[in-house]
Antibody, heavy 117, light 112 residues
Framework: EVQLVESGGGLVQPGRSLKLSCAAS????????MAWVRQAPKKGLEWVAT????????YYPDSVKGRFTISRDNAKSSLYLQMNSLKSEDTATYYC??????????WGQGVMVTVSS | DVVMTQTPVSLSVSLGGQVSISCRSS???????????LSWYLQKPGQSPQLLIY???NRFSGISDRFSGSGSGTDFTLKISRVEPDDLGVYYC?????????FGAGTKLELK
């Protein structure tokens, strides 16, 4: 059974940093692109980042480019999202997801990030 | 960026009924490789989104044949037949043809 379990969320002040983690199991992690997708409170879905199988290629929307960094450790079957210079508009539930055939086939339960002073 | 426009914003349906949700993209979703990467997701209340349909019309593993996807180019439709209580929630379309990947704003399916 595919499982994705996020951790690392919490309350953080504007301008500070936070690192999210996602532990994957139930599939060969190194064979799949992985992604982060977020959802602001009562809002829709926003893709945040994608990383290739080896980690050599990463993709971001303009809204987070230069502030967020996605990375992975295939030996640990783990995905990460380093978030710097956080803004109030980054407040959201962050989902770890497996990026597959142009979509996201498995999602974690999500972790809440609140950016507020 | 590709803008995904979903209609309607909300739908009321009777159990056992049929509904259709439309999704239009601001650009063609046909990739250079010939595939069209349009997916549909359902987010049930209090849950994470789940994949229903990928590449326009392919049902994901375990998804009922009551769900069907169709369309091409910029116009796509999700049809749900014989609606059940477990189908209620917010439906999103999403495109993976080009970066940034983008989603529609969602369609809320409620009971009449």
């Amino acid at each position: 059974e595919v499982q994705l379990v996020e951790s690392g969320g919490g309350l953080v002040q504007p301008g500070r940093s936070l690192k999210l983690s996602c532990a994957a199991s139930g599939f060969t992690f190194s064979n799949y692109y992985m992604a982060w997708v977020r959802q602001a409170p009562k809002k829709g879905l926003e893709w945040v980042a994608t990383i290739s199988t080896s980690g050599s290629r990463t993709y971001y929307p303009d809204s987070v480019k230069g502030r967020f960094t996605i990375s992975r450790d295939n030996a640990k079957s783990s995905l990460y999202l380093q978030m710097n210079s956080l803004k109030s508009e980054d407040t959201a539930t962050y989902y770890c997801a497996r990026h597959w055939i142009g979509g996201f086939d498995y999602w974690g339960q999500g972790v809440m990030v609140t950016v507020s002073s | 960026d590709v803008v995904m426009t979903q209609t309607p914003v909300s739908l009321s349906v009777s159990l056992g009924g049929q509904v259709s949700i439309s999704c239009r993209s601001s650009q063609s979703l046909v990739h250079n490789n010939g595939n069209t990467y349009l997916s549909w997701y359902l987010q049930k209340p209090g849950q994470s989104p789940q994949l229903l349909i990928y590449k326009v019309s392919n049902r994901f593993s375990g998804i009922s044949d009551r769900f069907s996807g169709s369309g091409s180019g910029t116009d796509f439709t999700l049809k749900i037949s014989r609606v059940e209580p477990d189908d209620l929630g917010v439906y999103y379309c999403g495109q993976g043809t080009q970066y940034p990947n983008t989603f529609g704003a969602g369609t809320k399916l409620e009971l009449k």
